[in-house]
């Protein structure tokens, strides 16, 4: 992450900022298991989180029809540009309808909307913001438990080798598990993997493979979950049945400040134990 000097009271507009990382949609084949990791790995280096209070937030328009957050920390003001699934979060930490709030936006009444925002995130208790380079990506409880999307690829790769070790000493001719794709969305990651040996015939010709989609999300989207699948690879159907696995992203209240992937090492280390 690019290192940007600051004293306390000063100003950082991380909106501003040049960052390697950009938060987007994007899918990753079999081949490209490389350009996966390096994506999340870059997508956690330049992460931050931010414990604090509603007095120490305040959003401010930027335009006509959009705002960013100013958040009032121990290294100075720091300023992010919402993704959109934060600043949804950010309307649903208060009675405001979204809808409402939208509409202002959209009729390029940034002002008043940011005025109507800040009057209720100003009694809000403690709120973890988390940011990745230049964005504020979640607004979520302090007590918010991240589940690591690289940690959580890895410990997925691992299962898959210890797997396909285990049936090669008994098999030479083994048919592995193997990852199939993954995608990552604003809010989500999903990694499928394809189970080459478990077929089932049902008959007329139909055979299907067992398939696991691990899905994650590290913004408050949804639980951590692996939910079973059968694949069928004549036409690419899949046919999903319930979660087999679901981890609530909750743990212990935190302290205000900024906290960075190596200083929630302790919850990730717990969170592997849980689910590995």
């Not at 800040?118 to 007590?143: C, I």
């Not at 592995?176 to 990694?191: G, H, N, S, Y």
């Not at 979660?243 to 302290?255: C, F, N, T, V, Y």
Request: aromatic share 10%; proline share 5%; hydrophobic share 35%.
């Amino acid at each position: 992450m690019s290192e940007i000097a600051a004293q306390p009271g000063d100003v950082i507009d991380f909106s501003q900022a040049e960052m390697p990382v950009k938060i987007e949609d994007r899918s990753f084949d079999s081949k490209m298991v490389p350009q996966l990791v390096a994506y999340l790995k870059d997508i956690r280096d330049n992460s931050l989180d931010y414990v604090v209070p509603g007095p120490k937030l305040e959003v401010k328009p930027v335009g006509a029809s959009a705002w960013e957050l100013w958040i009032d920390g121990p290294e100075g003001m720091k300023i992010f540009r919402p993704t959109n699934w934060a600043q949804g979060q950010t309307v649903g930490k208060t009675p405001l309808p979204k809808k409402y709030h939208d509409t202002l936006l959209n009729a390029g009444k940034a002002e008043l909307a940011t005025i109507n925002l800040n009057e209720w995130l100003r009694e809000q208790d403690k709120v973890m913001v988390r940011t990745v380079g230049d964005k504020f990506r979640a607004m979520v409880s302090d007590r918010y438990r991240a589940f690591d999307n690289l940690d959580l690829f890895a410990q997925t790769a691992k299962a898959v080798e210890n797997v396909n070790q285990s049936r090669q000493s008994i098999n030479q001719d083994y048919q592995p598990v193997q990852f199939w794709k993954a995608d990552a969305t604003e809010t989500t990651l999903f990694v499928s993997i394809l189970d080459k040996g478990q077929e089932y015939d049902i008959g007329k010709g139909d055979k299907f493979n067992v398939m696991l989609t691990v899905k994650n999300s590290e913004v408050g989207k949804s639980s951590m979950s692996i939910e079973p699948s059968f694949f069928r690879g004549m036409c690419l159907n899949l046919y999903s049945r319930e979660p087999a696995l679901r981890k609530i992203h909750s743990g212990e209240k935190l302290d205000s400040g900024i906290f960075s992937a190596d200083t929630r090492q302790a919850q990730r280390d717990l969170w592997q134990k849980e689910v590995r």
